[in-house]
C-alpha cells in the first residue's frame, strides 16, 4: 500500500533554533515530494517541494533533503520561530496530472520564544 | 487572484441530514481534488476531477458520498444521510494542467450531532 510514514508526531524547539521532520516513502514511483505548511482554521500551504533529480533544495530558512537510495526526506526549518509554529505535512506522488498526493499523518511544530 | 473558495466555512447538522459542500477552484486550473481531514487518520483524498470528469473516486468513504464537477468552476460534495463519524474538515484543492502543486482552499468543518 501507498504510504508517507512522518516523524515525529510533535516537535518543540527554542527560538533560534533548527527544526528538522523526517519522512519516509515506499512507492519508488514517487517523482515529487511537497512539504506543506497549515496554521489552526486554515488550508495547508504549499511551503516547498523537490523531485528526486536532486539531494537537496533551499528556499529562505527551509531546506528539503532528499536521499532516494533510502526513500527518506526531510525538511530543515532554521533559525526557528514563533511564526513558524504550525502542522507541516510532507507528501509524495508520482507527479503530473495524474498524481495524487499521499499525505504524512502531520508534525505539529512549537516553537518556543 | 482569488484563491480556492470554499463554501460554507462552518456547518453543523444533525444525523441523517443531507449535507452539500460547494467549492470553487482558482480560475483556470482544471484538476479539482476533495480531501478530509481527521486527527485519527490526517488528510485523505476522497475524489478527483480532472477536465470535470471524475478519475479516482476509490477514496469516497461509502454511497453516501457523491461528488460533482459539473462545469470548471464549481464542484460539491454531498453527504446523503450525514452521520456522527462524518464530522471532519473537508477541503477543496486545485491544480494547473500537468502541474505538481496544488493549491487548497480554507475547508469546511462539518460538525454532524
Known amino acids: 500500500q501507498q504510504q508517507v510514514k512522518q516523524s515525529p508526531q510533535s516537535l518543540i524547539v527554542q527560538k533560534g533554533g533548527i527544526s528538522i521532520i523526517n519522512c519516509a516513502y515506499e512507492n519508488t514511483a514517487f517523482d515529487y515530494f511537497p512539504w506543506y505548511q497549515q496554521f489552526p482554521g486554515k488550508g495547508p500551504a504549499l511551503l516547498i517541494a523537490i523531485r528526486p533529480d536532486v539531494s537537496e533544495k533551499k528556499e529562505g530558512r527551509f531546506t528539503i533533503s532528499f536521499n532516494k537510495s533510502a526513500k527518506q526526506f526531510s525538511l530543515h526549518i532554521m533559525d526557528s520561530q514563533p511564526g513558524d509554529s504550525a502542522t507541516y505535512f510532507c507528501?509524495?506522488?508520482?507527479?503530473?496530472?495524474?498524481?495524487?498526493?499521499?499525505f504524512g499523518k502531520g508534525t505539529k511544530l512549537s516553537v518556543k520564544p | 487572484d482569488a484563491g480556492v473558495i470554499q463554501s460554507p466555512r462552518h456547518e453543523v447538522t444533525e444525523m441523517g441530514q443531507e449535507v452539500t459542500l460547494r467549492c470553487k477552484p482558482i480560475?483556470?486550473?482544471?484538476?479539482l481534488f476533495w480531501y478530509r481531514q481527521t486527527m485519527m487518520r490526517g488528510l485523505e483524498l476522497l475524489i478527483y476531477f480532472n477536465n470535470n470528469v471524475p478519475i479516482d473516486d476509490s477514496g469516497m468513504p461509502e454511497d453516501r458520498f457523491s461528488a460533482k464537477m459539473p462545469n470548471a468552476s464549481f464542484s460539491t460534495l454531498k453527504i446523503q444521510p450525514s452521520e456522527p463519524r462524518d464530522s471532519a474538515v473537508y477541503f477543496c484543492?486545485?491544480?494547473?494542467?500537468?502541474?505538481?502543486?496544488?493549491?487548497f482552499g480554507p475547508g469546511t468543518r462539518l460538525t454532524v450531532t
Open positions: 484543492a486545485s491544480r494547473f494542467g500537468g502541474a505538481d502543486e496544488q493549491y
Open positions: 507528501a509524495a506522488s508520482k507527479g503530473g496530472s495524474q498524481g495524487n498526493l499521499i
Open positions: 480560475s483556470g486550473h482544471n484538476s
